[in-house]
């Protein structure tokens, strides 16, 4: 009983303790979501647009932070969303925060609609805000359906407690496939409100307009500071909290109960709420400022006026407005002025505070100007500053009674404007009731000395480089007044220039903005430029503190916007005036004309801590400027990138990467790296200088490296023309941790054009790399791998009837309906029609490919497709020396279905130059065809059909799936030597080394949880049983799993799922019997870590794991080749020997002298290794493991079905 009693009083207890808990003052209404963690596990900022201490939403496991979709109908709404499977035809290549697949974000849905549609998105109510709150996230916007935008696919707009809507940011409608960064200035509010998104499409598709990453910055009002009172300097305000003396009376509540804003006696402000104060709006010009809201502007189109003032944040409150006029623009600039001022002396100035709003293409720029005997500017900001109202102080010093003439510049573009408000005069600024004469009219600038779009063109075309002088590049006497501060916080740039000892540099300094953003300072509008364009300067972060702030560079692009940092630096540079660093930064060609901006932030700002910039210089920076290097196109990356450069209308660059190279193994190459987390977007190009006309065929030649589960896409692009882009090869799927040769040819080009190599972020987890290019005047060899995607590869067509390049999709219904490298209607092959009123009984056609020439024996591998009906002619492949007889390698005449068949045969060494032709010969059918896929070259013997694969030189006839349907991530080669990224086996089994091969299956976080790949041997023929043979690695913590299956018609039978596997190899033997052909498949299933390996697999056709023949053994059509093959090798050895033996006999000596050649000038790829298989890894074989003299010993197994056997 006291036991119980006991119980009871613990569960009362820990009610009351729910109870109190629940009612924790941190948790009252008043305190959530108002931007203040007041709960210590800051619980009461939990679904409020954001969450957590880091007022951040990402949409990740948090969900959507309380955002919910209001759109106005079905048609057209948000959801939380992931990338999908594949890389999709619209919206973004992943979400920005995690950058896989697998991470979450905020898009539309698709729309086809014959009216506009606005797909709205609603933040949860959130508490009031300070003036320096903003919003900072990644939006996407791409036209991917080339149906166009429309004019406001995306803005936001705040919805005050009064329900009235205020937009508050409109970004530029720029079609970009990628992420790019936004800040939305929200600004004080003093009440609750939410945050709307908005769309606004008629025609879109899915994700095409999406979100992520939401950050809440300085959005809550001043905390109280330790202690009793607040520093000097700053002022205390009543609810707590402390503010700076510069923001007191410049009518922007700070405190959040204005406190800052009531002792302002002698200072006139004018919010232009009841009228126009004193300032007056006539002007000489036929453009005038108004007093408008934008309530009398529009409540209803989004880019027209600044959407709310800035002395209320609403829609209701009233500003002056200029903007172009709806008729004919006969003006550029209007202007405004204060009454006649009395003259003030240095004690006490005339201060003048404004907020200014430059928005959109419209806004030319402000500048004020002072008239008192003369009239000359004293303050200037030019240009567009965004969707934010900009705080500006003007200190006037004059010894006349002046006005305040505050002049804009208007563009006659599509939308945009100049607003001010919130003008504060201070008490130094007196009406005066004196009469003064006209003030003298300052001279008009002179025109230009030559055409707009030639200032600042990197090109002297006025004397005296008059048109190159103010552009920002200090080698100029006035270069350094180029760079213009564009600042709307409390850091600016400013221009220190000391004539006498020729001392000038830009630094960051104080500036008057209410913001707290970094300090910013642009060119005029520069270029285009051409690809070895170079931004140089010398840069100071100087001080005691180990961090003295960041600073960067950006470009702003005239079309494409602000993009992302191209260089950065944080800390510092030394402790002395002296301490300076040297920076290049490569801006390579830019199509547009575009602005450089220099991006700073001080940690604090005093004497002793520095910000500067110096010796700024725009290097071979002409659009025709292209100082080639002596290799040409042709490069090993050893010294830079020779006659290549980073494309900038792309999402990331390609990277030199030391250390992992083809040409010395401890060089350098061209990475992608697709593991890295902070690789964002789909492309990545890499682009040769423009390239004169060729009257002949060329040839690019290049080493690449795609290794990974799930590695993306290789692109090799020709581009004419109108950027016309044609596509000359392509690599996709799992290539092993090993360097590949390829060769492409360039074909006959009239004029001139650019190459690009092209990474395509389709995968998440793997790697692409480069190297050792070389551009040679003539034809290419044959090459080592073809799978038609592209071109024909130099497989040209002879005989009755022509091979056509074809794709399942227009192929018809007679023909494969897939290829086999992407088993999709998509895929690309060789075709030949072979019905009988195409091709007559006994009538020969040929696909015959480019010359090749090779000093070992190698295997041709490839896929052929036979079917369409009964007699679709017999397919023969022969080795064709340019001297002497060809020799049969592989021969088929069996109608096989809609099926691909694997098929090899031996190409002998010593054969010279020869060619590969695939011969077909007409039997007479109808409606037959035959096809030929995927011809791989490898360096070694072909292995025996089912015999063995030990994986050491390449995967044999076994696939990866690229249907996307079945799989999405590859079985991938590799070997402990290689391996630099995955945990894997220390050894493989073959060799017992660490240079070994073997396949394997990582757990990666690149890739969703349970996603699989599927590993496929050729089509077998039914048996009563065949035994398959296999050694697999799984450690024992590793939740990945492993099954193996029997695949036949587009079903699958388990025969084996493997469980718990120490950490050293295991055999298993698996006897598998079938009524139909059938392919065996291993199926790796992707866990959270570890990874399943698989090394030495075999199949013996028809005799199972007992050793018992169970089919009746026929020949196979590829005895032929292994048979011819053998022939001519026994044949060569023989006669190898005999000579040997008769010049032993004879005791002559012969000279052999070393054989040099000589290539053309440059970089020639013949002095490099073709060899791909061992990564340049001389492997002596292990006598002593059990595996050195093969392993195609079979263990007895009992006579079931499937049968599971393992051996340490």
């Not at 006649?340 to 505070?353: A, F, G, H, I």
């Not at 009988?836 to 056609?845: C, D, E, F």
């Not at 031996?906 to 020869?914: F, Y």
């Given at each position: 009983?006291?036991?119980?009693?006991?119980s009871?009083?613990?569960?009362?207890?820990?009610?009351?303790?729910?109870?109190v808990?629940?009612?924790?003052?941190?948790?009252?209404?008043?305190?959530?979501?108002?931007?203040?963690?007041?709960?210590?596990?800051?619980?009461?900022?939990?679904?409020?647009?954001?969450r957590?201490?880091a007022?951040?939403c990402?949409?990740?496991?948090?969900g959507?932070?309380?955002?919910?979709?209001e759109?106005?109908?079905?048609?057209?709404?948000w959801?939380?969303r992931?990338?999908?499977?594949?890389?999709?035809?619209?919206?973004?290549a992943?979400?920005?925060?995690?950058?896989?697949?697998?991470?979450?974000f905020?898009?539309?849905?698709?729309?086809?609609t014959d009216?506009?549609n606005?797909?709205?998105?609603?933040?949860?109510?959130?508490?009031?805000?300070?003036?320096t709150?903003?919003?900072?996230?990644?939006?996407?916007?791409?036209?991917?359906?080339?149906?166009?935008?429309?004019s406001?696919p995306?803005?936001?707009?705040?919805?005050?407690?009064?329900?009235?809507?205020?937009?508050?940011?409109?970004?530029?409608?720029i079609?970009?496939?990628?992420?790019?960064?936004?800040?939305?200035?929200?600004?004080?509010?003093?009440?609750?409100?939410?945050?709307?998104?908005?769309?606004r499409?008629?025609?879109?598709?899915?994700?095409?307009?999406?979100?992520?990453?939401?950050?809440?910055l300085?959005?809550?009002?001043?905390?109280?500071?330790?202690?009793?009172?607040?520093?000097?300097?700053?002022?205390?305000?009543?609810?707590?909290?402390?503010?700076?003396?510069?923001?007191?009376?410049?009518n922007?509540?700070?405190?959040?109960?204005?406190?800052d804003?009531?002792?302002?006696?002698?200072?006139r402000?004018?919010?232009f709420?009841?009228?126009?104060?004193?300032?007056d709006?006539?002007?000489?010009?036929?453009?005038?400022?108004?007093?408008?809201?934008?309530?009398?502007?529009?409540?209803?189109?989004?880019?027209?006026?600044?959407?709310?003032?800035?002395?209320?944040?609403?829609?209701?409150g009233?500003?002056?407005?200029?903007?172009?006029?709806?008729?004919?623009?006969?003006n550029?600039?209007?202007?405004f002025?204060?009454?006649?001022?009395?003259?003030?002396?240095?004690?006490?100035?005339?201060?003048m505070?404004?907020?200014?709003?430059q928005?959109?293409?419209?806004?030319?720029?402000?500048?004020?100007?002072?008239?008192?005997?003369?009239i000359?500017?004293?303050?200037?900001?030019?240009?567009?500053?965004?969707?934010?109202?900009?705080?500006?102080?003007?200190?006037?010093?004059?010894?006349?009674?002046?006005?305040?003439?505050?002049?804009?510049?208007?563009?006659?573009?599509?939308?945009?404007?100049?607003?001010?408000?919130?003008?504060?005069?201070?008490?130094?600024?007196?009406?005066?009731?004196?009469?003064?004469?006209?003030?003298?009219?300052p001279?008009?600038?002179?025109?230009?000395?030559t055409?707009?779009?030639?200032?600042?063109d990197?090109?002297?075309d006025?004397?005296d480089?008059e048109d190159?002088?103010?552009?920002?590049?200090?080698?100029?006497?006035?270069?350094s007044?180029?760079?213009?501060?564009?600042?709307?916080?409390?850091?600016?740039?400013m221009?220190?220039?000391?004539?006498?000892?020729?001392?000038?540099f830009?630094?960051?300094?104080?500036a008057?903005?209410?913001?707290?953003?970094?300090?910013?300072?642009?060119t005029?509008?520069l270029?285009?430029?051409?690809p070895?364009?170079t931004l140089?300067f010398?840069?100071?972060?100087?001080?005691?503190?180990?961090?003295?702030?960041?600073?960067?560079?950006r470009?702003?692009?005239?079309?494409?916007?602000?993009?992302?940092?191209l260089w950065?630096?944080?800390?510092?540079?030394?402790?002395e005036?002296?301490?300076?660093?040297?920076?290049?930064?490569?801006?390579?060609?830019?199509?547009?004309?575009?602005?450089?901006?220099f991006?700073?932030?001080?940690?604090?700002?005093?004497?002793?801590?520095?910000?500067?910039v110096?010796?700024?210089?725009?290097?071979?920076?002409h659009?025709?400027?292209?100082?080639?290097?002596?290799?040409?196109?042709?490069?090993?990356?050893?010294?830079?990138?020779?006659?290549?450069?980073?494309d900038?209308?792309?999402?990331?660059?390609?990277?030199?990467?030391?250390g992992?190279?083809?040409?010395?193994?401890?060089?350098?190459s061209?990475?992608?790296?697709?593991?890295?987390?902070?690789?964002?977007?789909?492309?990545?190009?890499?682009?040769?200088?423009?390239?004169?006309?060729?009257?002949?065929?060329?040839?690019l030649?290049?080493?690449?490296k795609?290794?990974?589960?799930?590695?993306?896409?290789?692109?090799?692009?020709?581009?004419?023309?109108?950027?016309?882009?044609?596509?000359?090869l392509?690599?996709?799927?799992?290539?092993?941790?090993?360097?590949h040769?390829?060769?492409?040819?360039?074909?006959q080009?009239?004029?001139?054009?650019?190459?690009?190599?092209?990474a395509?972020?389709?995968?998440?987890?793997?790697?692409?790399?480069?190297?050792?290019?070389?551009?040679?005047?003539?034809?290419c060899?044959?090459?080592?791998?073809?799978?038609f995607?592209?071109?024909?590869?130099?497989?040209t067509?002879?005989?009755?009837?022509?091979?056509?390049?074809?794709?399942?999709?227009?192929?018809?219904?007679e023909?494969?309906?897939?290829?086999?490298?992407?088993?999709?209607e998509l895929g690309?092959?060789?075709?030949l029609?072979?019905?009988?009123n195409?091709?007559p009984s006994?009538?020969?056609?040929?696909?015959t490919?480019?010359?090749?020439?090779r000093?070992?024996?190698?295997?041709?591998?490839?896929?052929?497709?036979?079917g369409?009906g009964?007699?679709?002619g017999?397919?023969t492949?022969?080795?064709?020396?340019?001297?002497?007889?060809?020799?049969?390698?592989?021969?088929?005449?069996?109608?096989?279905?809609?099926?691909w068949?694997?098929?090899?045969?031996?190409?002998?060494?010593?054969?010279?130059?020869?060619?590969?032709?695939f011969?077909?010969?007409?039997?007479?059918?109808?409606?037959?065809h035959?096809?030929?896929?995927?011809?791989?070259?490898?360096?070694?013997?072909?292995?025996?059909?089912g015999s063995?694969?030990?994986l050491?030189?390449?995967?044999?006839?076994?696939?990866?799936?690229?249907n996307?349907?079945?799989?999405?991530?590859?079985?991938?080669?590799?070997?402990?030597?290689?391996?630099?990224h995955?945990?894997i086996?220390?050894?493989?089994?073959?060799?017992g080394?660490?240079?070994?091969?073997?396949?394997?299956?990582p757990?990666?976080?690149r890739?969703?949880?349970?996603?699989?790949?599927?590993?496929?041997?050729?089509?077998?023929?039914?048996?009563k049983?065949?035994?398959?043979?296999?050694?697999?690695?799984k450690?024992?913590?590793a939740d990945s799993?492993?099954?193996?299956?029997?695949?036949?018609?587009?079903?699958?039978?388990?025969?084996?799922?493997?469980g718990?596997?120490?950490a050293?190899?295991?055999r298993?033997?698996?006897?598998?019997r079938?009524t139909?052909?059938?392919?065996?498949?291993?199926?790796?299933i992707?866990?959270?870590?570890?990874?399943?390996?698989l090394d030495?697999?075999?199949?013996t056709?028809g005799?199972?794991?007992?050793?018992?023949?169970?089919?009746?053994?026929?020949?196979?059509?590829?005895?032929?080749g292994?048979?011819?093959a053998?022939?001519?090798?026994?044949?060569?050895?023989?006669?190898?020997?005999?000579?040997?033996?008769?010049?032993?006999?004879r005791?002559?000596?012969?000279?052999?002298?070393s054989?040099?050649?000589s290539?053309?000038?440059?970089?020639?790829?013949?002095?490099y290794?073709?060899?791909?298989?061992?990564?340049?890894v001389n492997?002596t074989?292990?006598?002593?493991?059990p595996?050195?003299?093969?392993?195609?010993?079979?263990?007895?197994?009992g006579?079931?079905?499937?049968?599971?056997?393992?051996?340490?």
């Amino acid at each position: 009983m006291e036991a119980s009693w006991t119980s009871l009083a613990v569960i009362l207890l820990l009610t009351l303790q729910c109870e109190v808990a629940g009612s924790h003052p941190c948790q009252a209404p008043e305190r959530k979501c108002d931007f203040v963690c007041d709960c210590s596990d800051c619980t009461d900022e939990q679904s409020c647009g954001y969450r957590g201490e880091a007022f951040k939403c990402d949409f990740e496991e948090g969900g959507i932070c309380g955002w919910r979709d209001e759109s106005l109908n079905a048609a057209y709404t948000w959801e939380r969303r992931q990338r999908g499977r594949a890389l999709q035809d619209s919206g973004p290549a992943s979400d920005f925060t995690i950058g896989t697949a697998t991470g979450w974000f905020l898009g539309v849905t698709a729309v086809r609609t014959d009216s506009l549609n606005t797909a709205v998105l609603i933040s949860p109510v959130m508490k009031q805000s300070s003036p320096t709150c903003r919003l900072r996230l990644r939006y996407f916007t791409w036209d991917s359906g080339h149906t166009g935008l429309g004019s406001t696919p995306l803005w936001a707009s705040l919805l005050h407690q009064d329900s009235r809507e205020a937009v508050v940011w409109r970004p530029e409608v720029i079609s970009v496939r990628g992420w790019r960064e936004a800040t939305i200035f929200l600004g004080r509010i003093p009440t609750t409100f939410q945050i709307r998104l908005s769309s606004r499409r008629s025609v879109g598709q899915r994700g095409d307009v999406s979100i992520d990453h939401l950050e809440f910055l300085d959005c809550a009002l001043p905390s109280p500071l330790p202690g009793d009172t607040c520093p000097e300097g700053m002022l205390a305000c009543k609810r707590g909290g402390c503010v700076e003396h510069r923001q007191v009376c410049d009518n922007t509540d700070d405190c959040g109960d204005r406190t800052d804003e009531e002792d302002c006696a002698g200072i006139r402000i004018c919010d232009f709420e009841k009228g126009l104060c004193d300032w007056d709006l006539r002007s000489l010009s036929n453009l005038k400022w108004v007093r408008t809201s934008q309530d009398n502007i529009s409540t209803t189109e989004p880019l027209k006026g600044p959407g709310r003032d800035h002395s209320n944040n609403s829609i209701s409150g009233h500003f002056l407005y200029v903007t172009a006029p709806d008729g004919p623009m006969t003006n550029d600039w209007a202007s405004f002025q204060s009454p006649l001022l009395e003259l003030t002396n240095s004690s006490q100035p005339c201060k003048m505070v404004m907020y200014t709003h430059q928005f959109g293409p419209r806004s030319g720029g402000l500048t004020v100007l002072v008239a008192d005997k003369a009239i000359y500017p004293v303050w200037q900001r030019g240009g567009a500053l965004g969707d934010v109202w900009v705080k500006a102080e003007v200190e006037i010093n004059t010894d006349s009674p002046f006005h305040i003439v505050v002049m804009a510049a208007v563009r006659d573009f599509t939308y945009g404007g100049i607003a001010i408000d919130s003008i504060v005069l201070s008490a130094g600024c007196n009406v005066s009731s004196a009469k003064v004469p006209i003030p003298t009219f300052p001279k008009p600038p002179k025109n230009p000395c030559t055409e707009p779009s030639k200032l600042c063109d990197f090109n002297p075309d006025c004397k005296d480089a008059e048109d190159e002088a103010k552009c920002g590049d200090f080698s100029y006497a006035g270069g350094s007044s180029g760079w213009t501060d564009s600042s709307i916080g409390g850091q600016g740039w400013m221009l220190q220039r000391n004539a006498s000892v020729k001392d000038e540099f830009l630094y960051v300094s104080q500036a008057p903005g209410q913001q707290l953003t970094e300090a910013q300072t642009r060119t005029p509008l520069l270029g285009p430029s051409g690809p070895v364009c170079t931004l140089s300067f010398d840069f100071g972060l100087i001080g005691a503190d180990e961090h003295i702030g960041e600073l960067s560079v950006r470009v702003v692009d005239s079309r494409l916007g602000v993009g992302p940092k191209l260089w950065e630096f944080s800390g510092r540079t030394g402790t002395e005036e002296a301490d300076w660093r040297r920076a290049d930064v490569p801006l390579a060609a830019r199509k547009h004309r575009f602005q450089l901006e220099f991006e700073a932030r001080a940690v604090k700002l005093s004497s002793s801590s520095k910000i500067k910039v110096t010796n700024v210089r725009f290097v071979s920076c002409h659009a025709e400027d292209r100082p080639s290097s002596p290799t040409g196109l042709s490069c090993n990356f050893e010294d830079g990138l020779c006659d290549w450069y980073q494309d900038n209308s792309d999402n990331f660059d390609w990277t030199v990467v030391s250390g992992m190279d083809h040409t010395i193994r401890i060089g350098r190459s061209l990475v992608v790296d697709m593991w890295s987390p902070s690789l964002r977007g789909a492309f990545g190009r890499l682009l040769s200088f423009l390239q004169p006309p060729n009257a002949n065929d060329q040839c690019l030649s290049f080493f690449y490296k795609l290794y990974g589960p799930n590695a993306g896409v290789l692109n090799v692009k020709l581009l004419a023309g109108l950027a016309f882009e044609s596509v000359l090869l392509t690599r996709s799927g799992a290539h092993g941790n090993m360097w590949h040769e390829a060769h492409c040819t360039i074909p006959q080009q009239h004029t001139p054009f650019q190459l690009m190599f092209e990474a395509v972020r389709s995968g998440f987890d793997g790697q692409l790399a480069i190297d050792d290019v070389a551009l040679v005047p003539k034809a290419c060899t044959v090459p080592r791998l073809c799978s038609f995607e592209e071109q024909s590869c130099g497989y040209t067509s002879s005989g009755s009837t022509r091979w056509l390049h074809l794709s399942g999709r227009v192929a018809g219904a007679e023909a494969p309906r897939t290829d086999h490298t992407l088993e999709t209607e998509l895929g690309y092959y060789m075709m030949l029609i072979t019905d009988v009123n195409i091709l007559p009984s006994g009538a020969v056609t040929t696909l015959t490919s480019p010359v090749g020439q090779r000093d070992k024996t190698e295997c041709a591998h490839f896929w052929y497709h036979m079917g369409g009906g009964e007699n679709p002619g017999s397919l023969t492949v022969y080795v064709k020396p340019l001297k002497g007889d060809r020799v049969m390698i592989f021969s088929d005449n069996l109608s096989q279905g809609d099926v691909w068949h694997h098929g090899n045969g031996n190409i002998p060494s010593n054969l010279g130059d020869w060619q590969l032709e695939f011969e077909v010969v007409g039997a007479g059918g109808t409606n037959t065809h035959v096809a030929v896929d995927d011809i791989v070259l490898l360096p070694a013997s072909c292995e025996g059909q089912g015999s063995k694969c030990s994986l050491e030189s390449g995967m044999c006839s076994w696939s990866n799936t690229q249907n996307l349907e079945v799989d999405k991530l590859d079985w991938e080669v590799t070997s402990p030597d290689a391996e630099t990224h995955y945990t894997i086996p220390g050894q493989d089994h073959t060799l017992g080394s660490e240079q070994g091969h073997f396949l394997f299956f990582p757990s990666s976080s690149r890739t969703p949880a349970n996603e699989n790949a599927r590993l496929l041997s050729p089509h077998l023929p039914p048996t009563k049983g065949t035994c398959l043979t296999f050694w697999a690695h799984k450690p024992v913590s590793a939740d990945s799993e492993l099954k193996v299956w029997r695949s036949s018609k587009g079903h699958v039978h388990e025969l084996l799922q493997v469980g718990e596997v120490s950490a050293t190899w295991k055999r298993f033997n698996v006897n598998i019997r079938s009524t139909e052909e059938y392919q065996i498949v291993f199926e790796g299933i992707k866990g959270t870590w570890g990874s399943l390996a698989l090394d030495d697999l075999q199949y013996t056709v028809g005799i199972d794991c007992n050793g018992k023949l169970t089919d009746l053994q026929s020949k196979k059509p590829d005895d032929a080749g292994g048979i011819a093959a053998s022939v001519i090798v026994v044949l060569l050895v023989i006669g190898t020997f005999i000579a040997l033996l008769v010049c032993y006999l004879r005791k002559q000596e012969r000279a052999r002298g070393s054989s040099s050649s000589s290539g053309a000038d440059g970089f020639n790829n013949e002095v490099y290794d073709s060899d791909l298989t061992r990564d340049h890894v001389n492997v002596t074989q292990m006598q002593n493991h059990p595996m050195a003299a093969g392993f195609n010993d079979i263990l007895t197994s009992g006579s079931s079905e499937v049968r599971g056997t393992e051996e340490a």
